[in-house]
């Protein structure tokens, strides 16, 4: 018997049921993106690993996907390394290409690239899946779709702000209830110097930001393990436990770095971003939360993380400021700031809470039933004209019984069947089946339209 076919871990198939939900949450992020001027581009699903390696951290790298060279990829491998069995310097030479570990990158690479076509400051919108050779768990996928939002070449404090809007429109059009976490590195980089650990930023960044996931205990000891010093570690604990509003935990943290340049500067970025958040406010809670890292090592300046309120899952959102990412591919001094919203994630909270309209499920509204060649071609132009108005029909493609195209049209979730016999032919009219309640009404053939649009 042959083996049933399958699909590597942490990827999935999606039902029409599925898609069409998915298609929601996209077609729902998309028009808000337009809403505030973002294009939309692409870029291949593969990079060249020169543009993907050193990007993401130590611990990004060893996430990304590489893609074997073709023909004879061992051919150009170094013996002395195989026989050593030393995988990182064997990896560049077998492997030249890599998927995609995010969208931010590649899009870096992108504005290099065409610099002379863009005009800046570029607000680009991208949706596409990412790939990440991560452990799969709830809510976290090798295969994922992320939908990214960028503004570069401006560091204006307004593009961040302009990010938080459509945060709080597309969530409440979603019907989520969230929380905006924002920090910014500069305070972080001014928290490293004053403990004493300036060099260590990139680890004491990447270890407090797993702080809500294993605990302060935990992070305590990773930040040993990276070697970082008792006395310093003794500093960042009240730092870490720091409560109260925003405005409170800002002076706060402004009293502890007083002396560090830096972290001034962030504490600057923060008190402008909050004052537009004065003017125009929002309805979502957003919390200034000091422990926010972020583990990317491209950011610079604020960064931002969305949790659900109601449901136990990692962030739904997140992003932040990178002054120098495309300094790496050549092009240094062009500011830029952007957020993704992880659809994956997403769409688990809405199935969870049940958030999904039903109406979006729907493919078809409604069926025509099949009673033999007459009837199929008395109903085909009804059909036809009903979709030239925008309303998605379907012909039952045989004349089977009729409890078998009823149950068809059930479990398809079609709300309505269309009912034309002999009688009906001859009256020009149709009798119409109101699938839920079970109700039959008889229409004019030249008014089905109109029974529809005010059912």
């Not at 999935?12 to 993106?33: C, G, L, Q, W, Y």
Request: charged share 25%; proline share 3%; glycine share 8%.
């Amino acid at each position: 018997m042959a083996q049933k076919p399958s699909i590597p871990k942490g990827t999935r198939d999606f039902s029409p049921v599925e898609m069409a939900r998915r298609n929601h949450i996209f077609d729902t992020i998309k028009s808000i993106f337009r809403l505030y001027g973002f294009q939309q581009i692409e870029t291949p699903a593969m990079e060249n690993l020169s543009t993907l390696t050193g990007k993401y951290g130590e611990e990004g790298d060893k996430l990304l996907f590489k893609i074997l060279n073709s023909g004879d990829y061992l051919a150009k491998a170094n013996e002395k390394d195989l026989l050593e069995k030393n995988s990182l310097r064997t990896t560049f030479q077998i492997s030249e290409k890599g998927l995609r570990y995010d969208l931010t990158v590649p899009f870096a690479r992108y504005v290099v690239q065409y610099q002379n076509d863009l005009t800046f400051p570029f607000k680009r919108f991208q949706i596409q899946p990412v790939w990440r050779a991560d452990r799969p768990q709830k809510g976290r996928y090798r295969e994922f779709y992320q939908c990214d939002a960028d503004i570069i070449g401006s560091d204006s404090l307004l593009n961040e702000f302009e990010l938080i809007q459509m945060v709080d429109a597309i969530y409440r059009e979603l019907g989520i209830r969230v929380v905006i976490k924002i920090n910014n590195r500069k305070i972080l980089a001014g928290i490293a110097e004053i403990v004493g650990a300036a060099d260590k930023i990139t680890d004491i960044t990447v270890a407090i930001d797993k702080l809500d996931k294993i605990g302060l205990e935990k992070v305590n000891e990773e930040l040993m393990e990276k070697g970082i010093g008792e006395a310093a570690i003794a500093k960042l604990q009240p730092i870490l436990l720091l409560a109260g509003n925003n405005a409170e935990k800002l002076d706060k943290i402004e009293e502890v770095i007083r002396q560090s340049d830096t972290g001034l500067k962030g504490i600057a970025e923060m008190r402008n971003l909050f004052g537009y958040l004065e003017i125009l406010s929002v309805r979502t809670e957003i919390e200034l939360d000091l422990t926010l890292a972020r583990g990317l090592n491209y950011y610079t300046g604020a960064i931002f993380e969305v949790k659900a309120k109601d449901v136990q899952i990692g962030s739904i959102t997140g992003g932040g400021r990178y002054d120098d990412l495309t300094g790496v591919f050549g092009l240094p001094g062009i500011s830029g700031v952007g957020i993704s919203f992880g659809a994956d994630r997403i769409y688990d909270v809405m199935d969870q809470l049940k958030l999904f309209p039903e109406s979006e499920t729907r493919s078809t509204q409604v069926m025509f039933a099949n009673f033999g060649t007459d009837e199929v071609n008395f109903v085909l132009p009804i059909a036809n004209d009903l979709r030239s108005k925008g309303i998605s029909a379907e012909i039952y493609p045989s004349a089977d019984k009729m409890k078998k195209q009823l149950n068809y049209a059930d479990k398809k979730g079609i709300g309505y069947v269309v009912l034309a016999g002999e009688t009906e032919i001859q009256e020009r009219s149709v009798t119409i089946k109101n699938m839920k309640t079970g109700e039959q009404l008889k229409v004019p053939a030249d008014g089905v339209d109109t029974f529809l649009n005010h059912a």
